[in-house]
């Protein structure tokens, strides 16, 4: 039922490259790294990260891209199109993807919000960030605001892809730009501020004692989070380049660009929760309550806080953008359903999960409706898809993509999809097959079986 008739395209490589770095460099980056880094080990961390998305991130990629562009279709039908055995593969990642908008939804509506309270309401926040924090999350009553902002984020993300390409890669283009400038300014803000060389010196300390297999497995899952890889986001964007892109400088700039960013994000945060004294602890009061402290210390930090939220918002909406794109795509493409059909049917369904994970983040804990371990450090629901998605889903989708590549599609097929027949250069291409065939599938592999073993937990 597969179709390639009509397929848009993106308009330009610059706006392919935007748009596939604005589908990476999202709430993983900003609101997710920072954290991860921290509670791993700082320094030692960094490297391990470094080393995995240079290693296995180009190189899963690079798989991703090159089915993607080969076929000209969404995951689906672009494996089933390779080798009809192996579709599934596509079904895993959409599914994965699934449960990942619905939450996701909700944190980029927490951006939106965070825009709204740093216009009206400023000096509420920077009277006490992390209670206003865990209020916007139902610490003090029912969370209207959130669940409000998070619908609204929902619908944005809906009526952009009901546009298609075009307005995706629009905005990208404006707004990525921007976002990496911004950033840049308040990270050397952040590390100015008196006591953040303590944070400096935290993420630049190198001890390997701290390195365990929770944390490398947690550096793993990040990888793929950030940079949207092992659920097919990739396939799907790959599908609407034209064969005159050269995927092989596009890997490297894509990764690179979305490293960048949750470098500078680290940079930014960490030595903010050292001049701050803010206790880190929660995932998102990184994000959100720890930066008042930054924006509080410095001259118009309401103005650059208001930008911040809004940026962060709109990192979070190019990428939650290309993941339902990727689920409308399947069911448009796969199962024939109208395009705006399998949109509200997504909708529908992504918010029903959406509420229930805001909710068991502060709300139902209180409320004892939830069993929580330790009060509001635990919030069940939403832990659990995180680990869901980021230990086990993730890791699966990139180990079954590089496994297919490696051994069914095989590696000079997706190499020569890659120079485009010839046309372009790719110096790495011998340690690329060697990567996606052996070290991609068994370094991914042990670790999803030493996890899932060992029942390794965040640390
Ligand atoms: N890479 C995005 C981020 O770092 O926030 C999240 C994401 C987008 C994950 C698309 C997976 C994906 F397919």
């Known amino acids: 039922m597969s179709t390639t008739e009509n397929r848009a395209e993106f308009g330009s490589t610059l706006g392919f490259i935007l748009s596939a770095a604005g589908s990476a460099v999202g709430l993983g980056n900003i609101w997710k790294f920072p954290g991860k880094a921290y509670a791993c080990g700082g320094g030692a961390f960094l490297i391990i990260y470094l080393i995995i998305v240079a290693v296995v991130g180009t190189s899963v990629m690079m798989a991703e891209f090159t089915i993607g562009r080969k076929t000209h279709r969404g995951s689906v039908g672009a494996l089933r199109m390779l080798n009809e055995k192996f579709a599934w593969i596509g079904g895993l990642g959409v599914l ?122 947690t550096a793993l899952g990040q990888a793929f989070f ?86 962060l918002f709109f990192a979070a909406v190019t990428s939650s953008t290309s993941i339902l794109e990727g689920t409308v795509a399947f069911l448009t493409e796969e199962k024939g359903m109208e395009r705006k059909k399998a949109l509200v049917g997504c909708c529908i369904i992504m918010e029903i999960v959406g509420v229930l994970y805001l909710l068991s983040q502060v709300y139902m804990n209180l409320k004892g409706i939830w069993i929580s371990k330790d009060g509001l450090q635990f919030p069940i629901f939403g832990d659990f898809l995180e680990y869901l998605t980021d230990r086990l889903l993730l890791p699966l989708g990139a180990f079954f993509t590089t496994f297919f590549v490696g051994w069914i599609w095989g590696p000079e097929n997706s190499i020569k999809e890659a120079t485009g027949d010839g046309r372009n250069k790719f110096a790495l291409a011998k340690p690329y097959a060697f990567v996606v065939k052996y070290i991609d599938p068994i370094a991914i592999g042990a670790i999803i079986v030493a996890g899932m073993v060992f029942g390794m937990s965040i640390s």
Not at 149 to 177: C, D, N, Q, R, Y
């Open 96 to 217: 994965t993807g699934f449960i990942i908008v619905c939450y996701y939804c909700q944190v980029g509506g927490w951006a939106m919000y965070y825009v709204a309270a740093y216009i009206t309401d400023v000096q509420t926040v920077w009277a006490d960030p992390m209670a206003y924090f865990l209020g916007m999350l139902g610490a003090n009553g029912f969370p209207v605001g959130a669940l409000v902002w998070g619908f609204i984020f929902m619908l944005l993300t809906a009526f952009i892809i009901s546009h298609g390409t075009a307005g995706i890669e629009k905005m990208s283009t404006i707004l990525m730009p921007i976002l990496f400038i911004l950033l840049i300014g308040l990270m050397i803000r952040a590390c100015t501020l008196p006591g953040a060389s303590e944070g400096i010196k935290y993420m630049l300390h190198v001890d390997f004692s701290t390195i365990n297999g929770t944390a490398i497995l």
């Open 226 to 311: 950030s940079l949207s890889l092992g659920m097919g986001v990739m396939i799907t964007y790959a599908s609407y380049l034209s064969s005159e892109d050269n995927l092989v400088s596009n890997t490297g700039i894509v990764c690179v660009l979305d490293t960048l960013v949750a470098l500078f994000a680290g940079f930014m945060i960490i030595p903010a929760v050292f001049a701050t004294g803010i206790a880190p602890g929660m995932g998102g009061g990184f994000a959100f309550a720890t930066l008042a402290g930054v924006f509080m210390a410095i001259p118009g930090g309401q103005f650059m806080g208001m930008l911040f939220y809004f940026l």
